[in-house]
């Protein structure tokens, strides 16, 4: 079936502006989680959605970033005002249940100029 | 503080050779403990977990609590088996892994 799908697969931005990322989760899935991945590094945690709420955003860096799930499905990575340092592989990944194991996206690459 | 130590960035071993990736963590509590792999061009996929006690492609991972490491083993390695492997924890009752920084494994024919 259909795994993880996120769009776009990359994005080139001029600092200071705001882009927006989107992950479909696998069908079904309540369970979704945003990470950033840097070069040379390990993915870092950002934010975890349980159905529609924000069960946990502590890795989200500062106030410029922010993310939705509206309908528990779906969901979209803000960020405004944007810097180089947020030039990194943003990865979602669901799963069907907190205990179970995420399926990662194929990540968005985005680069900041 | 948790924490995920994969000590080696880079490891080329021989095909048919044995391969152990190492992996160390620092953890107050009982972690649960992942290894991840992304072959080229593909997306990061689970390998295996530590409560699962299971063989996948060949490779196992056995949780010793007294060393804190979770280190992955495979007795002879395949060309197939070059990829990316990242070490991940999970703390008790948190929601997110914590991943280490990967090491980039290279089986040379």
């Known amino acids: 079936g259909a795994g993880v799908s996120q769009t776009p697969s990359n994005k080139v931005t001029e600092k200071g502006k705001y882009v927006e990322l989107r992950c479909d989760p696998i069908?079904?899935?309540?369970?979704l989680y945003w990470y950033r991945q840097s070069l040379g590094q390990g993915p870092e945690f950002l934010i975890y959605?349980?159905?529609?709420?924000?069960?946990?955003d502590s890795g989200l860096p500062n106030d410029r970033f922010f993310a939705v799930r509206p309908e528990g499905s779906v969901s979209t990575l803000k960020i405004q005002r944007t810097e180089r340092g947020d030039s990194a592989v943003y990865l979602c990944?669901?799963?069907?249940?907190?205990?179970?194991?995420?399926?990662f996206g194929n990540g968005t690459r985005l680069t900041v100029t | 503080a948790q924490r995920v130590t994969q000590p080696e960035k880079l490891l080329s071993v021989f095909k048919g050779a044995p391969v152990e990736l190492k992996c160390n963590y620092s953890?107050?509590?009982?972690?649960?403990l992942f290894w991840y792999v992304q072959y080229s061009r593909q997306r990061l996929q689970l390998l295996l977990r530590?409560?699962s006690r299971e063989s996948i492609k060949g490779f196992t991972a056995d949780l010793n609590k007294g060393e804190t490491s979770f280190h992955l083993k495979k007795p002879f390695a395949q060309e197939e088996d070059s990829a990316m492997y990242y070490c991940?924890?999970?703390?008790?009752?948190?929601?997110?892994?914590?991943f280490g920084t990967g090491t980039r494994l290279t089986v040379i024919p």
């Open positions: 069908s079904g899935h309540t369970a």
């Open positions: 953890y107050s509590g009982s972690p649960e």
């Open positions: 991940a924890l999970q703390g008790t009752g948190a929601n997110n892994l914590f």
């Open positions: 530590h409560i």
């Open positions: 990944a669901s799963s069907s249940d907190p205990n179970s194991p995420l399926h």
């Open positions: 959605f349980q159905g529609t709420g924000a069960a946990d």
